[in-house]
């Protein structure tokens, strides 16, 4: 806080005397001298590396705001920052674009396909295409004997109760225990469990 010095030694001035007076100070202090020149040199030499696409492009987002570049020039310089594999299929999709929007929600779909397509591939899985194969004859989709499908309610019951749905109403309605019937006691107090 060596800026600050002169002003507690009370060499100089204060040059504030409110709260926003004194942000500004400290934005004039600390602030980058020229954000747009700034902004315009952290895009350039911003790239995707390990980050997804979506991260990639929140950061490529928030710089470009300061930037004030045209938008086809923001295009070429999201596109070279992307990981060279998704510059690739950028060309091998002959795709020409200036929206800078569309090619980073582009970039974002075709990262995810890629990385299913990894992810099949390593797990020996053949990737598979949604067709009427997977599909019962109603439409909805066949089970598959390796997996066990998913309870849902699981942690929204109770203990397990062998009555109907018709019993449990009527029991609850006249306050009778769940588990044995029995009036004058819950299920939390019944003696024949």
Known sequence: MKWYTPYAEKVQAKSWTT???????????????????????????LKQGQLSMTD?????????????????????FLIAGMKKELQQAWILAELDQDDIEAIALWAIKKEARMETLKYNKN?????????????????????????EPMDINATNRGPRLNISRNEYQRRMTQGLCLRCGKAGHRIQNCNEG
């Open 19 to 45: 709260w926003e007076d004194y942000q500004n100070e400290l934005r004039r202090q600390f602030g980058p001298v020229n954000a747009r020149d700034e902004a315009r040199a952290k895009i350039r030499k």
């Open 123 to 147: 797990s020996g899985e053949e990737p598979t295409k949604t067709d009427k194969a997977v599909r019962n004859q109603n439409g909805t989709f066949k089970s598959n004997p390796r997996y």
């Open 56 to 76: 990639y492009w929140n950061d490529f987002r928030l710089i470009a705001s300061t930037a004030q570049m045209d938008g086809a020039t923001m295009s070429e």
